[in-house]
């Protein structure tokens, strides 16, 4: 149990599209676990450093993200979504699930949110170069790093239960 927290701290990552929102808080709801997503943290609290011109999106202050939540995360028991995984202290996690979608669908599901053009292009291959399952390999030890399917909705509900397990046992 990492620094006497009594629950756990679980990071649910992936591309835009493959599924950490509806994984996540679906699992906070059948745990109790406490759902933080990080984009709706930033924009209710302007936890922003400036903008970014060519993707026309606001470019997010980690710092101050991170400051926002240390006190919250220190206590455990909080489920995090956020498509990156390199800025948040590497103590706060006790595993972190990488979720993955194939092409198609996720080009389906990028498309169906009004995504286009490079915007739509960019995370498909963002999926393809598996980059954000590289960064959280980078970013936390490799045996608490793990990847998940996230194409069917039985996809999904393994996944919740396999998620709801690793809670159970490690709350022993
Ligand atoms: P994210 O939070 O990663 O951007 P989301 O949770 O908003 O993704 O899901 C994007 C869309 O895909 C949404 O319409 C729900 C659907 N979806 C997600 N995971 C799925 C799964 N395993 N099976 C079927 N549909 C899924």
Known sequence: MA???TRPNILVTGTP??????LATEL???TGLH???IGDLAKENDLYDGWDEQYACHVLDEDKVVDEIEDQMSEGGN????????????RWFDIVFVLRTNNTTLYER????GYDGKKLS???????MQTILEEA???YKKEIVIELQSNTTDELENNLEQIEAWIQQWSG
């Open 3 to 5: 620094c006497g927290r």
């Open 17 to 22: 599209g493959t599924g950490k929102t509806v």
């Open 28 to 30: 906070a709801q059948r």
């Open 35 to 37: 759902y933080i997503n």
């Open 79 to 90: 489920v995090v979504d956020y498509h990156g995984c390199d800025f948040f202290p590497e």
């Open 110 to 113: 990028l498309e169906q949110r």
């Open 122 to 128: 960019e995370n498909v291959e963002c999926e393809i």
């Open 137 to 139: 390999r980078d970013s």
